[in-house]
């Protein structure tokens, strides 16, 4: 942005467009006398073809006073007089014509229209509305409509009235072109320019700022007498067209009609790699047990387990204090002693539906449902792995009687599709019919929401699941979103039998005594969903798929999934989410971690509409805080997208 002085008059400059009527609101470097000045908005073109947007006070408009009222000499202009510098010119015409103000449209980045689109505010700089003009006739648009005749512009994401030129490029040869010739850069210059350009993904808003700080001084102000380099080359604006798209993305703006307030994006810190570490072995057990067999260091084994898991040649015991059968303090006699009730318990139960009469059976239509479906399930459960496999297989036999037990310990919950899946790896490490048993009703006790039979708790699951991917990931969670997925339904079958159908047996053994031991945080395993949806974020968002599709690609991941890597990597993000200064209440309360009164959102402000997640929040009656305008559906069509992610999953 420049000023016009007397020297400078152009001989052949060319007005493509001219538009009177607008008044100079602000303009940074200009003295306070200049603004409130009524002046002609010109796009104009100089000699050499080049072109750039040109403020006249209107002390420098003719007007012929003889044939116009005065009403119209602001509306209504004629085109300047040709001057040459050897003319007369009075000193009034000298000062009027210093206070132009020309913006060459090589140097022009963003403009914006505000205002019911009479202000104008045009920038060169990024991150700085350098001119505001406001037009007292009209409004901007047809000004601007003929200004993108000239420049190619997109409009932000983030501001619809903002646009940012663009100029098109070719990528490589141009930028380390200009960057060799502008010599701001000491070392390989393609190496620093492809370094910059990948950053800018990376660490948006420190990079920009690290190109805008070698830039500045020569795009801005001109390289004269900078090493006697010649000025520089248009190209460089595809690199500060990248920075504004660059922080843009980094930024959020806060706007009035007075002032405008631009801030960092929160974002994450850097991922921690977390290495997995070996299994509790028969020794370490030992070691942490008194001589009569009491669990001295309880955190201390959770640690352990957590870290790597339990050895397979001790889990049959492990597994029993994990899953609350044993009391972690228990001796050995008192473990004795409840083996001993507890299998007594179990077999009463067990005799109250084994010896219901067939007319009694005939009556109770409930307990006659629960066993059909029982039966139904059992003879398709793990029928692959050998434990299970063939016909008139005893193995189905004791499943079956488990469950049906359960049914009369729980007769309120009875038996709900998916509980086999949970059953059968515990009934294939124990192979005791009562510790299996017992084993299987303290998982059931941690996961008993998931059975619900309104599902409230499942809902509940993949509201939080969508809340935990937008802190993490809200690049994801919109796209998800924009596919109608962003109510996670997709992800129903991993939380309600806990990715028993993603993992083999000997790896879902690995991830659920991990889970066991609640640490680090409350609902880990839905940190499990986010590790898995992170590897799977860049395959997601590059198909355009829909919810079917989405669906089917999840459930191609089964028995695709490494174990530890997932493990390692949600460990990373928790203690990225922890680690986060922008951590608020809603995402604290998920995990289980002490509030500070902090309920700030945790969609971005940029979010488009996302009707899944109005949809989850409604269904279970609670906010994710979000302010964005939503599409809503109806509880029927609500429950229908449920099923369908119910039917698909089984």
Same mark, same amino acid.
Request: glycine share 4%; proline share 4%.
């Given at each position: 942005?420049?000023?016009?002085?007397?020297?400078?008059?152009?001989?052949?400059?060319?007005d493509?467009?001219?538009?009177?009527?607008?008044?100079?609101?602000?303009?940074?470097?200009r003295?306070?006398?200049?603004?409130?000045?009524?002046?002609m908005?010109?796009?104009?073109?100089?000699?050499?073809?080049?072109?750039?947007?040109e403020?006249?006070?209107?002390?420098?408009?003719?007007?012929?006073?003889?044939?116009?009222?005065?009403?119209?000499?602001?509306?209504?202009?004629?085109?300047?007089?040709?001057?040459?510098?050897?003319?007369?010119?009075?000193?009034?015409?000298?000062?009027?014509?210093?206070?132009i103000? %020309?913006?060459?449209? @090589?140097?022009?980045?963003s403009?914006? =229209? $505000? /205002?019911?689109?009479?202000?104008?505010?045009? #920038?060169? &700089?990024?991150?700085?509305?350098?001119?505001?003009?406001?037009?007292?006739?009209?409004?901007?648009?047809?000004?601007?409509?003929?200004?993108?005749?000239?420049?190619?512009?997109?409009?932000?994401?983030?501001?619809?009235?903002?646009?940012?030129?663009?100029?098109?490029?070719?990528?490589?040869?141009?930028?380390?072109r200009?960057?060799?010739?502008?010599d701001?850069?000491?070392?390989?210059?393609?190496?620093?320019?492809?370094?910059?350009?990948?950053?800018?993904?990376?660490?948006?808003?420190?990079?920009?700022?690290?190109?805008?700080?070698?830039?500045?001084?020569?795009?801005?102000?001109?390289?004269?007498?900078?090493?006697?380099?010649?000025?520089?080359?248009?190209e460089?604006a595809?690199?500060?067209? %990248?920075?504004?798209? @660059?922080?843009?993305?980094?930024?959020? =703006? $806060? /706007?009035?009609?007075?002032?405008?307030?631009? #801030?960092? &994006?929160?974002?994450l810190?850097?991922?921690?790699?977390?290495p997995?570490?070996?299994?509790?072995?028969?020794?370490?057990?030992?070691?942490?047990?008194?001589?009569?067999?009491?669990?001295?260091?309880?955190?201390?084994?959770?640690?352990?387990?957590?870290?790597?898991?339990?050895?397979?040649?001790?889990r049959?015991?492990?597994w029993?204090?994990l899953?609350?059968?044993?009391p972690?303090?228990?001796?050995?006699?008192?473990?004795r002693?409840?083996?001993?009730?507890?299998?007594?318990?179990?077999?009463?139960?067990?005799?109250?539906?084994?010896?219901?009469?067939?007319g009694?059976?005939?009556?109770?239509?409930?307990?006659?449902?629960?066993?059909?479906?029982?039966?139904?399930?059992?003879?398709?459960?793990?029928?692959t792995?050998?434990?299970?496999?063939?016909?008139?297989?005893?193995?189905?036999?004791?499943?079956?009687?488990?469950l049906?037990?359960?049914?009369?310990?729980?007769?309120?919950?009875?038996?709900?599709?998916?509980?086999?899946?949970?059953?059968?790896?515990?009934?294939?490490?124990?192979?005791?019919?009562v510790?299996?048993?017992?084993?299987?009703?303290?998982f059931?006790?941690?996961?008993?929401?998931?059975?619900?039979?309104?599902?409230?708790?499942?809902?509940?699951?993949?509201?939080?699941?969508?809340?935990?991917?937008?802190?993490?990931?809200?690049?994801?969670?919109?796209?998800?979103?924009?596919?109608?997925?962003?109510?996670m339904?997709?992800?129903?079958?991993?939380?309600?039998?806990?990715?028993?159908?993603?993992?083999?047996?000997?790896?879902?053994?690995?991830?659920?005594?991990?889970?066991?031991?609640?640490?680090?945080?409350?609902?880990?395993?839905?940190?499990?969903?986010?590790?898995?949806?992170?590897?799977?974020?860049?395959?997601?968002?590059?198909?355009?798929?829909g919810?079917?599709?989405?669906?089917?690609?999840?459930?191609?991941?089964?028995?695709?999934?490494?174990?530890?890597?997932i493990?390692?990597?949600?460990?990373?993000?928790?203690?990225?989410?922890v680690?986060?200064?922008?951590?608020?209440?809603?995402?604290?309360?998920?995990?289980?971690?002490?509030?500070?009164?902090?309920t700030?959102?945790?969609?971005?402000?940029?979010?488009?509409?996302?009707?899944?997640?109005?949809?989850?929040?409604?269904?279970?009656?609670?906010?994710?805080?979000?302010?964005?305008p939503?599409?809503?559906?109806?509880?029927?069509?609500?429950?229908?997208?449920?099923?369908?992610?119910?039917?698909?999953?089984?």
């Open positions: 942005m420049s000023s016009s002085s007397v020297e400078d008059i152009p001989d052949q400059c060319k493509l467009f001219t538009q009177d009527g607008v008044l100079l609101k602000a303009c940074i470097g003295p306070i006398t200049d603004l409130n000045s009524i002046g908005l010109c796009v104009v073109q100089n000699p050499d073809n080049s072109k750039c947007i403020w006249r006070p209107l002390d420098l408009i003719t007007i012929d006073s003889d044939t116009q009222d005065q009403e119209w000499a602001v509306v209504n202009t004629i085109g300047r007089r040709q001057r040459t510098l050897s003319g007369n010119m009075t000193s009034d015409y000298a000062t009027a014509r210093a206070r103000i %020309k913006i060459p449209l @090589a140097e022009l980045k403009f914006r =229209v $505000t /205002r019911n689109n009479q202000q104008l505010q045009l #920038s060169t &700089k990024p991150g700085v509305w350098q001119t505001t003009l406001y037009f007292q006739h009209g409004n901007a648009e047809v000004f601007v409509a003929n200004l993108k005749n000239h420049v190619k512009s997109a409009k932000t994401r983030h501001d619809r009235n903002t646009y940012v030129v663009v100029e098109p490029n070719t990528e490589s040869q141009v930028l380390n200009s960057f060799a010739e502008l701001i850069f000491t070392e390989n210059t393609t190496d620093v320019v492809w370094n910059l350009v990948s950053n800018f993904k990376q660490r948006p808003y420190e990079t920009t700022m690290e190109a805008f700080s070698k830039l500045t001084d020569i795009v801005y102000y001109g390289n004269e007498g900078v090493n006697g380099k010649r000025d520089v080359s248009e460089v595809d690199l500060l067209t %990248k920075s504004m798209s @660059a922080l843009e993305d980094a930024t959020t =703006v $806060t /706007r009035s009609d007075e002032y405008e307030v631009i #801030s960092v &994006k929160p974002t810190p850097p991922r921690p790699s977390i997995r570490g070996t299994p509790l072995s028969t020794e370490k057990w030992d070691g942490l047990q008194d001589t009569e067999g009491r669990v001295m260091e309880v955190e201390g084994v959770k640690q352990l387990i957590f870290r790597g898991g339990v050895a397979h040649s001790i049959q015991s492990v029993k204090y899953l609350d059968y044993f972690w303090h228990a001796s050995h006699a008192e473990i002693a409840i083996q001993k009730r507890k299998t007594a318990e179990y077999y009463s139960m067990k005799l109250q539906w084994k010896s219901m009469t067939e009694q059976e005939a009556r109770f239509s409930e307990y006659r449902d629960r066993k059909s479906l029982v039966e139904k399930d059992v003879n398709r459960t793990d029928r792995h050998p434990f299970y496999a063939g016909d008139n297989n005893p193995n189905l036999v004791v499943l079956q009687d488990i049906m037990t359960y049914v009369m310990y729980n007769f309120d919950l009875g038996y709900v599709q998916g509980m086999s899946d949970i059953l059968a790896p515990l009934l294939l490490l124990l192979g005791n019919e510790d299996s048993f017992w084993c299987f009703v303290g059931m006790d941690k996961i008993a929401s998931n059975f619900d039979m309104d599902q409230a708790g499942m809902k509940q699951q993949l509201l939080q699941l969508q809340q935990l991917l937008m802190f993490t990931s809200p690049a994801l969670a919109q796209h998800l979103a924009l596919k109608d997925s962003g109510n339904y997709f992800c129903f079958r991993w939380l309600l039998v806990w990715f028993k159908r993603e993992f083999s047996h000997k790896d879902i053994m690995r991830l659920w005594e991990v889970l066991w031991t609640g640490l680090p945080c409350a609902n880990f395993h839905l940190l499990i969903c986010v590790a898995i949806l992170d590897a799977e974020k860049d395959m997601l968002i590059s198909k355009d798929y919810f079917t599709e989405i669906l089917k690609h999840v459930n191609d991941l089964s028995m695709c999934l490494d174990v530890d890597r493990l390692s990597t949600a460990e990373g993000i928790y203690h990225q989410i680690s986060a200064p922008h951590l608020n209440d809603q995402i604290r309360v998920i995990l289980g971690l002490p509030t500070v009164g902090t700030t959102s945790v969609n971005s402000d940029e979010a488009e509409p996302e009707p899944e997640t109005a949809q989850a929040t409604h269904a279970n009656g609670t906010s994710n805080g979000s302010t964005e939503s599409a809503v559906f109806g509880p029927d069509m609500e429950e229908v997208m449920y099923q369908i992610g119910l039917d698909m999953n089984f």
